[in-house]
T-cell receptor, first 112, second 116 residues
């Protein structure tokens, strides 16, 4: 079945550091890929998405590229801020399935 | 503003009691979902519904029940049969259609259930 594996946390960085959170997936077809962010005590919010191979999703300085050859969708940001501290989830969904599979989440803490 | 409303935000239950978590959306979305979130385990699907009066079990449906009598509402009942109900519960919704079948999920703010 479909699944998502993302790097375990927690990740602690200093402000302005470079961020990478790895995500790989297993899917039978051609899924859409997503990164969601969860701030403390809240639900999840969509951060970015990509619907086909080689697409790049971007939002708020975060980027991720859909790599079919490596089945990956790594999240990157060039310079993190304290306000980026949150839990990040990688997810996938396939057409006709109407279900979304989530990774375990990676907690990011950014220190001033 | 359109969105998903979950209530209550916090709920305490004694062992052996059933509790119902409310989820209402005014986004005119067809599909609604319930996920359970435990630390370090990500989100696991409990139940989902694509249309009114129809719903399917997810990966961890045992000990839970749902109904979908209205498009806007998808309440979740945590029954006494659920062995470890303490968790954070998230409701979500999305449009269903050929072109947006893989559309993004919109989430509520969650309900934290604690069994005493």
């Amino acid at each position: 079945g479909n699944s998502v594996t993302q790097m375990e946390g927690p990740v602690t960085l200093s402000e302005e550091a470079f961020l990478t959170i790895n995500c790989t997936y297993t899917a039978t077809g051609y899924p859409s890929l997503f990164w969601y962010v969860q701030y403390p005590g809240e639900g999840l919010q969509l951060l970015l998405k990509a619907t086909k191979a080689d697409d790049k999703g971007s939002n708020k300085g975060f980027e991720a590229t859909y790599r079919k050859e490596t089945t990956s969708f790594h999240l990157e940001k060039g310079s993190v801020q304290v306000s980026d501290s949150a839990v990040y989830f990688c997810a996938l969904s396939e057409a006709g399935n109407n279900d979304m599979r989530f990774g375990a989440g990676t907690r990011l803490t950014v220190k001033p | 503003d359109g969105g998903i409303t979950q209530s209550p935000k916090y709920l305490f239950r004694k062992e052996g009691q059933n509790v119902t978590l409310s989820c209402e959306q005014n986004l005119n979305h067809d599909a609604m979902y319930w996920y359970r979130q435990d630390p370090g385990q990500g989100l696991r699907l409990i139940y989902y519904s694509q249309i009114v009066n129809d719903f399917q079990k997810g990966d961890i449906a045992e000990g839970y029940s749902v109904s979908r009598e209205k498009k806007e509402s998808f309440p979740l009942t945590v029954t006494s049969a659920q062995k470890n109900p303490t968790a954070f519960y998230l409701c979500a919704s999305t449009k269903v259609g050929r072109s947006v079948g893989t559309g993004e999920l919109f989430f509520g703010e969650g309900s934290r259930l604690t069994v005493l």
